[in-house]
């Protein structure tokens, strides 16, 4: 089976400190893996991908995401949170060509 | 400027009367799907297509039609539009199926079914 779970519904950093979102994967295939932000009443923005090259990838706005095969983890980081981070995040893996699995989101909190 | 156009972007509707959700791209995209967003659910697929005249099921396709006639068009149709339809949808389109360039999304469209 495949499925992609976002360990925490809800994150709140302040302002200027690390940000760290999990995401793990389940797949039988090699997947892609993707990232995307939504702010409020906006549409999804992809935020960067990873599809079997570099395993650490770089993404808009000072984002990463790196890759671990062995832990089934594909976690986004950002060295220094700033308030126009706060959005919703979700994790996406792509299995097959048409099938991609959408995490249940996380909501970045940034307090001032 | 590229992108996917979604129309209405809010719809209240009363159970049983036929809708259309409108989904345009103008960035001459094959791929093309249609999601819905639930909290706590994350998005789900209710159709794809994968060129015209090319349309599959996703994981939610119950309730939903959807047709495409041309590359720039994919509508979504409620023929009898129910309480649990009530929704936030996505439209969104991609050159190569999302793999390596990922999608490209609409603002949304958010359902009421009372």
């Known amino acids: 089976a495949q499925s992609v779970t976002q360990l925490d519904s809800h994150v709140s950093v302040s302002e200027g400190t690390p940000v760290l979102l999990r995401c793990n994967y389940s797949?039988?295939?090699?997947?892609?893996l993707f990232w995307y932000v939504q702010h409020p009443n906006k549409g999804l923005q992809l935020l960067l991908k990873?599809?079997?090259?570099?395993?650490l990838v770089k993404g808009i706005n000072g984002f990463e995401a790196e890759f671990k095969k062995s832990e089934t983890s594909f976690h986004l980081t950002k060295p220094s949170a700033h308030m126009s981070d706060a959005a919703e995040y979700f994790c996406?893996?792509?299995?097959?060509?048409?099938?991609?699995?959408f995490g249940s989101g996380t909501k970045l909190n940034v307090k001032p | 400027e590229a992108q996917v156009t979604q129309n209405p972007r809010y719809l209240i509707t009363v159970t049983g009367k036929k809708l259309t959700v409108t989904c345009s791209q103008n960035?001459?995209?094959?791929?093309m799907s249609w999601y819905r967003q639930d909290p706590g659910l994350g998005l789900r697929q209710i159709y794809y297509?994968?060129?015209?005249?090319?349309?599959d099921k996703g994981d939610v396709p119950e309730g939903y039609k959807v047709s495409r006639k041309e590359k720039r068009n994919f509508p979504l149709i409620l023929e009898s539009p129910s309480p649990n339809q009530t929704s936030l949808y996505f439209c969104?389109?991609?050159?190569?199926?999302?793999?390596?360039?990922?999608?490209?999304f609409g603002s949304g469209t958010r359902l009421t079914v009372v």
């Open positions: 797949s039988s295939y090699s997947p892609s």
């Open positions: 990873y599809t079997s090259a570099a395993t």
């Open positions: 297509s994968m060129n015209v005249e090319v349309t």
């Open positions: 996406v893996v792509r299995i097959l060509f048409n099938k991609f699995y």
């Open positions: 960035m001459n995209h094959e791929y």
């Open positions: 969104a389109s991609s050159s190569t199926g999302g793999g390596l360039y990922g999608y490209t």
